[in-house]
């Protein structure tokens, strides 16, 4: 059958493909520029027929990206089985039936219902291996890549290159379109009240879930205690500093007018003691006020309280509110100024005060006088107290200042809180001798029998909780230089520390035989031991 086709010349063959492209026009009222679906089909179909001597492929066949299906579409294998059949009943390829015939009877066949084919019609076999090489033709147009092609009716796969691909193809093609327009559905958002709910434990969490939340509720409950805790520290020292600063402004205006009254006596050449103006303001606001402190250059300028007991201004302000600074007071076994009511003193003056106030981290109360104990400079600085009574102005000089363990019972032991009054001479250089023997820096201030001594004593972090620094003042003497014996301080080479400071620095050692100058006369209590001592080694 090949032979007979062969014999076809390439003019007949163009004829025919003329022919059938203006049957094809006329019948459909359609262009050349646009043949449709079938007229592709019957054109290729025919020019295989045209081009077997040369055993080319028939090109791919381009289907346009939309249609309107009104008829049923020609179908190739029609086309070839009709072809096979004329061929058939044909021995010379001259006898051929004309392509009109052809069209002829596949419109008929158009004509007829479209009937459904039956279901069990066989899938596509897609093959895994690779697919053989097509060959190649001379075309003006590239040649075209798998498509995948979806009618309405059924989905059929044409041309696909490769198994993967074919695979693919069949999976897109199953896979449900969605529906042009649709949005994906939004989550829809919690509230408030749910978020917080989903912070506790709920039925259907595991045990990890449950002790997550559980653990977390605590340390948010430990976060908000201590904020808490903190917050209100700060906020009360605010309140605590702010409530002092008025009332000292309030003081110190009206207590310019008192420095130059003159001293009244009566009829006995007894001292009148009248009220200071400033002091009548703080009484109007608490009776409790036995007078005002103030170290220049430092935040020590407060009201001083006197109670019943040393409990009481631990942690009340003057004004009676609660408070953890408290207020400076004095303790309540001295005596300071106390007079009656025709303005005579009721005792004398304790030999030495006592006046308590706490280590505010702001600086607030004595919080500022560690820097006696951190900075070298800073008693040639601020080496004056002021301390006055609701009746006198009184200024002290500082001549020591130390660190003493507030539970020591060894050796070392030294309640100089306790000594308020002494018997004699002798037991007042005691004293101020062992307040030498432990004093950070030295000075030339020096102390006589009869000076009335001031201790300011404050909690102190250098030994822990059981830490005290203590301030030691003597009364500046009538006409005396304010500033004489301060200012030429020195390190103390040989301190005298609490038991518990050697426990924790056992490269230190007090050395008693060390060389010291006491206070007071030669003959002192400390001297007579030294030559007793001295003597008996002999």
């Known amino acids: 059958m090949s032979d007979n086709f062969n014999e076809i010349s390439d003019a007949e063959a163009k004829r025919r493909a003329e022919r059938i492209n203006a049957i094809k026009r006329s019948v459909r009222g359609e262009s050349a520029e646009q043949p449709s679906e079938q007229e592709s089909a019957a054109l290729a179909a025919l020019a295989a027929l045209g081009d077997v001597s040369t055993g080319a492929a028939p090109a791919p066949v381009r289907r346009p990206a939309e249609k309107t299906v009104t008829q049923k579409p020609l179908d190739v294998n029609d086309i070839l089985r009709e072809l096979d059949s004329q061929k058939a009943a044909t021995a010379p390829a001259g006898n051929i039936t004309d392509a009109e015939d052809i069209l002829r009877s596949l419109d008929e066949k158009k004509a007829e219902p479209d009937i459904p084919k039956p279901m069990n019609r066989p899938a596509p076999v897609i093959s895994h291996e690779a697919p053989p090489k097509p060959v190649e033709r001379p075309s003006d147009k590239p040649a075209l890549k798998p498509l995948i092609h979806r009618d309405a009716e059924d989905t059929k796969l044409f041309n696909v290159g490769s198994a993967t691909e074919a695979e693919t193809a069949v999976k897109e093609a199953a896979a449900p379109m969605e529906a042009p327009g649709k949005k994906k559905k939004k989550r829809k958002k919690r509230t408030i009240k749910q978020r917080l709910r989903d912070l506790f434990p709920r039925k259907g969490d595991s045990v990890f879930e449950c002790i997550r939340k559980i653990l977390f509720l605590g340390a948010l409950v430990v976060i908000i205690v201590c904020g808490y805790i903190v917050g209100d520290y700060y906020i009360d020292l605010w309140r605590s500093k702010r409530e002092n600063q008025k009332v000292m402004s309030e003081y110190w205006d009206e207590a310019e007018q008192d420095s130059t009254r003159p001293t009244q006596v009566d009829a006995d050449n007894r001292k009148i003691y009248t009220l200071l103006s400033g002091a009548k303001e703080l009484l109007e606001k608490n009776s409790d006020v036995v ?248």
């Not at 004398?348 to 005060?353: A, G, H, R």
């Open 291 to 538: 007078g005002i402190i103030r170290i220049e250059g430092t935040q020590v300028n407060n009201p001083v309280m006197q109670a019943d007991d040393n409990n009481k201004y631990l942690r009340h302000k003057l004004s009676g509110r609660e408070s953890n600074a408290g207020e400076i007071f004095l303790d309540y076994r001295n005596h300071f100024d106390e007079v009656d009511g025709e303005g005579h003193l009721i005792c004398e003056n304790s030999d030495n005060l006592i006046i308590y106030g706490h280590e505010m981290g702001d600086g607030q109360m004595f919080g500022s006088l560690n820097n006696y104990r951190i900075y070298d400079y800073f008693y040639g600085e601020h080496p004056i107290i002021e301390l006055n009574s609701n009746y006198e102005q009184y200024k002290y000089k500082i001549f020591a200042f130390f660190v003493l363990d507030a539970e020591d019972d060894t050796e070392t032991k030294f309640d100089c809180w306790n000594y308020l009054n002494f018997d004699d001479e002798e037991d007042f250089y005691d004293f101020v001798n062992e307040v030498k023997r432990r004093t950070i820096r030295l000075n030339d201030v020096d102390v006589k029998y009869g000076d009335q001594l001031l201790t300011l004593s404050t909690c102190n972090g250098l030994l822990g909780d059981r830490s005290r620094l203590i301030i030691m003042a003597r009364m500046v003497r009538e006409g005396e230089d304010l500033l004489e014996g301060t200012q030429n301080s020195t390190p103390n080479p040989n301190i005298k520390w609490p038991t518990l400071y050697y426990k924790t620095r056992t490269n230190e050692k007090y050395d008693p035989d060390a060389e010291f100058v006491p206070y007071g006369p030669s003959d002192s209590k400390d001297d007579k031991k030294e030559t007793e001592t001295a003597s008996q080694e002999k």
